[in-house]
């Protein structure tokens, strides 16, 4: 007995270890910026916010056909980081004008984005079809008025797997800075004052 549980601990000593999960990222922004027209001051991009369930490096999906209250997370696939964080480096280098991209300070910046992330994962409609859906609530800020919007998203995944899902994530996340522009650009110097804030 004694020599059969030697036996058994040194085959799992020497059992191979379970498979490192795959990490991903946008991957890269090639270089390119969204046109904000009709601004003359910085454009800023303080740090995307996003509930503390979905606020880590899980990489979530969710079986509208099975359980459409019940988003999962994929075992063997995560972010490099959380979203929040990959979401908040892709619009500044999209969208952020001037040096003061980071800076909180009103007196040194012009155009304030501010976004909370409501949305980001792999929605399967049906076994094997799937799309990537993002859900971001902006509020952009300007010399003490705010005017808000919710973008929402949605991108075909190409395949019905994790990369499938990032595929189509990451489309969503170039969309939504082309739009949060177009939508920035209407209410920039040239155009009229955004709404003031409620106090």
């Known amino acids: 007995m004694a020599l059969m549980a030697g036996l058994t601990s040194a085959c799992s000593l020497l059992s191979p270890a379970d498979p490192p999960k795959t990490a991903f990222d946008f991957g890269p922004s090639e270089g390119s910026?969204?046109?904000?027209?009709?601004?003359?001051?910085?454009?800023?991009?303080?740090?995307?916010?996003?509930?503390?369930?979905?606020?880590?490096?899980?990489?979530?999906?969710?079986?509208?056909?099975?359980?459409?209250?019940?988003?999962?997370?994929y075992s063997k696939s995560v972010w490099v980081i959380r979203p929040t964080e990959l979401l908040t480096q892709r619009l500044r280098a999209q969208l952020s004008r001037g040096t003061?991209?980071?800076?909180?300070?009103?007196a040194?910046?012009?155009?304030?984005?501010?976004?909370?992330?409501?949305?980001?994962?792999?929605?399967?409609?049906?076994?094997?079809?799937s799309s990537g859906v993002l859900r971001l609530r902006a509020t952009l800020e300007e010399g003490g008025h705010s005017v808000d919007r919710t973008f929402t998203i949605r991108q075909v995944a190409p395949t019905p797997d994790a990369r499938g899902g990032v595929t189509a994530l990451i489309r969503c996340v170039d969309m939504l800075a082309q739009q949060i522009?177009?939508?920035?650009?209407?209410?920039?110097?040239?155009?009229?004052?955004?709404?003031?804030?409620?106090?």
């Not at 177009?182 to 409620?198: L, V």
């Open 100 to 106: 003061a991209h980071q800076s909180d300070s009103q």
């Open 108 to 129: 040194q910046v012009g155009y304030v984005l501010n976004g909370e992330l409501l949305e980001f994962e792999q929605v399967f409609e049906a076994p094997g079809h």
């Open 33 to 73: 910026h969204v046109v904000l027209t009709g601004m003359s001051q910085p454009f800023v991009v303080r740090e995307v916010t996003a509930p503390s369930w979905m606020d880590d490096s899980a990489m979530y999906y969710r079986l509208i056909y099975v359980n459409p209250d019940n988003p999962l997370p």
């Open 181 to 199: 522009a177009e939508w920035a650009s209407t209410k920039g110097d040239d155009a009229p004052q955004i709404a003031k804030a409620p106090t």
